[in-house]
């Protein structure tokens, strides 16, 4: 069975936690194969890997992630490409022995001919559409979008809201969010502590609020900066302050990871636009200052970092390693 997961990080996250659940596997069964390191060998190995006999324990199961890099790859013109192509629609088309889970989160390339999400789906679509529900399972976990085309944290708040039967007032969404943060897995953990807190009432109102932690966002934007500053002291104590706020391992992650982007962006002086959209109206006031610190970071930096972010997000999803070491693993390797 191969499973294609697409959208919002954190959702596609919890998707694949559930299957994985459902399979009853432990962490030694899951085998974690890159794109780079599938088109290498033209999907040799995975398909090797997939179709093995299991004997004895579970079924074989694969996990890659940022399958637009693996498409990218294949979709070249030259042997390696078409031999890559055809194994592809051989494992779609002829159900293997094992499990493969593909996905790929809600940033895409930002080269390459899968660098817009429509193309991307596309690309999908149109391997897909010979495919039986008996072999494939395509599913989506998009946010829903405002009329810029961003994401639309209040209406998602509101859904998941929804899902534990609680009614509000429009105006309860922006101020949850603002309290919350801009963040899925905060506003899904929040919208389950409030149905906790009414019980058995299903009415909220604002005051219900106070009782929600504080979006730990704004303490990771001064995180980044001791790493940049050079500070591992500074930065270390304000990780130990959001895990005793509650804050959740792969949430902090979340938070480095878009600030980091930032950074990305504010050193490109040819996409400032991606800038202000990556800012939103909110937090425009942060660009001069992004602007500045990435300067004094650099380039080199600023690359490396994204390399030891993705081994982290790795580790977090497929070890048993302490979550909160990894982190503070992650904050000495950042550090200048």
Do not use: C
């Amino acid at each position: 069975m191969i499973h294609l997961l697409l959208g919002d990080h954190y959702l596609v996250g919890e998707a694949r936690r559930s299957l994985r659940a459902r399979s009853g596997l432990q962490p030694s069964d899951i085998a974690t194969l890159s794109a780079q390191e599938i088109a290498s060998d033209s999907l040799l190995g995975v398909e090797t890997r997939l179709n093995q006999t299991a004997m004895f324990g579970p079924p074989p199961w694969v996990e890659t992630t940022e399958i637009a890099q693996l498409l990218t790859e294949i979709s070249r013109e030259d042997d390696l490409g078409r031999l890559g192509r055809n194994r592809l629609s051989r494992l779609l088309q002829d159900p293997p022995e094992g499990t493969w889970i593909l996905t790929q989160e809600v940033h895409l390339p930002r080269r390459g001919p899968f660098r817009t999400q429509t193309a991307f789906l596309k690309a999908v679509g149109s391997t897909s559409t010979f495919l039986s529900d008996a072999s494939f399972s395509l599913q989506r976990f998009d946010l829903p979008k405002n009329r810029r085309g961003q994401p639309d944290y209040p209406s998602f708040f509101g859904e998941e809201l929804k899902k534990h039967g609680l009614s509000f007032d429009p105006s309860f969404l922006q101020q949850g969010v603002e309290r919350l943060g801009s963040d899925t897995a905060s506003l899904v953990q929040g919208a389950k502590t409030l149905s906790l807190l009414v019980w058995p009432q299903k009415t909220l109102s604002t005051t219900h609020l106070s009782s929600l932690p504080q979006s730990g966002a704004g303490t990771v934007f001064r995180l980044v900066d001791f790493i940049l500053d050079g500070a591992p002291r500074e930065s270390h104590l304000l990780l130990n302050k959001l895990r005793k706020g509650g804050s959740e391992p792969m949430m902090v992650l979340g938070w480095i990871v878009a600030e980091w982007r930032r950074l990305a962006l504010a050193l490109d002086p040819l996409d400032a636009g991606g800038l202000r959209d990556a800012l939103g109206p909110r937090m425009g006031w942060k660009g001069t200052h992004l602007k500045k610190r990435a300067r004094h970071a650099g380039l080199d930096s600023i690359r490396d970092g994204f390399s030891y972010l993705a081994k982290t997000d790795l580790s977090l999803k497929t070890t048993d390693s302490d979550p909160w070491g990894l982190l503070s693993t992650l904050l000495y390797n950042l550090t200048p």
